[in-house]
């Protein structure tokens, strides 16, 4: 099989890489962090200009039609720079479930996506839903022509700076029934929307959110309010691929920066680098970035299959081993570094910190064991 990158992904990546390089170092991150909505206004706009909003998004929709390969490109190398902007809350998330969603729509939504003056959550996170993506006790009841939602949503990514929230509900069944879900767009100042932000552990931002009887209209639906699961569990999917590629960029870098380290610390007169225990460390980690890698390139390729079991059992694979090698990279990034790793002041603490939350994010790898054991393993 040809890994080689096209001459378009190769631009892709040239391109992405040298605006990162020449605007997110390390220190410029701590002062977009500390921006309003914490993060950088001018830099999204930036990902605007060069297309990267537009990525995903079909020609016809103002889009570049690019396939799963590109957007793991990109995941990678906001992963390396530790990038705080609501990629995946905006583009991956909020935009595949509007790429599943009606003519119109997309033609409200897209875009503001697309030129950066729009940005999106998912708020699917319920306080007993654990990561059950049909575990859903928020309600949409029917009223007239629309519906009304009251609930309780949290952990929402960007979730108090998004414009419009992207909300699963429930219209029928009980709390844990697969059918009688249904996904809503709720504009973030709709009558009756609550929102308290903070930030979180890796840097980032999130929300919760309480639904206090919010009127919707019948456009506010993606597809069927009563069978809306599937597209959920597609575009997690789709997420957690995202995610995959981001922990190899972080994981890339953590790697990086604690073999640099290990290269400059000195003791006992000699850089520490030169001891054997540390060089077998550094080696392990490089072996779990790599298996983490080639598992992440199979779940990119897994976004074009059809067999939508197939694809949902290889991508909760390919998540397993992510959120293996992510723990054990971190971990060892940090060891290599000693006590001032877990400081504010050394980069490999907040790649640790980030590589934490993909690994728990939309499932961690115990979660994804068991989802790939109940259907039967990876046979090919």
């Known amino acids: 099989m040809d890994f080689d990158l096209s001459e378009e992904q190769r631009l892709l990546k040239d391109s992405v890489d040298g605006l990162l390089k020449a605007s997110y170092d390390f220190e410029n991150r701590k002062k977009y962090r500390a921006e309003k909505g914490g993060y950088s206004k001018a830099i999204w706009g930036k990902f605007a200009e060069q297309g990267l909003l537009g990525l995903p998004f079909s020609e016809e929709d103002g889009g570049f039609g690019a396939g799963p390969i590109e957007t793991m490109l990109v995941m990678e190398a906001l992963g390396r720079n530790l990038v705080v902007e609501p990629y995946l809350d905006t583009v991956v998330l909020g935009g595949g479930f509007l790429r599943r969603g009606s003519a119109e729509q997309r033609a409200a939504h897209l875009p503001g996506i697309i030129d950066g003056s729009k940005t999106l959550a998912f708020a699917q996170v319920e306080r007993d ?16 022509a629309g519906y009304t939602l009251s609930g309780e949503k949290f952990v929402v990514g960007h979730g108090d700076t998004a414009d419009t929230l992207v909300v699963t509900a429930r219209t029928a069944g009980g709390q844990r029934d697969a059918k009688g879900v249904g996904v809503f767009l709720v504009p973030a100042n709709a009558k009756g ?13 999130a929300a919760d959110i309480k639904f206090d009887n919010v009127e919707v209209g019948a456009d506010a639906v993606i597809g069927d309010a009563e069978n809306g699961l599937s597209i959920i569990d597609q575009v997690v999917d789709d997420a957690r691929i995202a995610l995959c590629a981001e922990a190899v960029g972080a994981m890339e870098e953590a790697l990086k920066v604690s073999v640099e380290y290990i290269k400059e610390r000195k003791q006992f007169g000699v850089a520490i680098g030169s001891f054997q225990a540390l060089q077998h460390r550094a080696a392990d980690m490089f072996t779990a970035l790599e298996t983490a890698r080639s598992m992440s390139y199979l779940a990119s390729m897994a976004s074009s299959f059809t067999d939508l079991d197939e694809r949902a059992k290889t991508v909760a694979a390919a998540k397993v081993q992510i959120g293996r090698s992510a723990r054990f990279v971190g971990q060892g990034g940090v060891q290599l570094h000693g006590g001032v790793g877990v400081t504010m002041e050394y980069r490999i603490g907040h790649y640790f910190k980030r590589l934490t939350m993909i690994e728990q994010q939309f499932g961690d790898a115990d979660f994804h064991l068991r989802r790939v054991a109940a259907a039967g393993g990876i046979t090919e």
């Open 193 to 205: 929307v609550d929102i308290r932000g903070y930030e979180t552990q890796d840097g980032s931002r």
């Open 129 to 144: 839903s654990r990561f059950e993506l049909g575990n859903v006790k928020t309600a949409a009841k029917k009223s007239g």
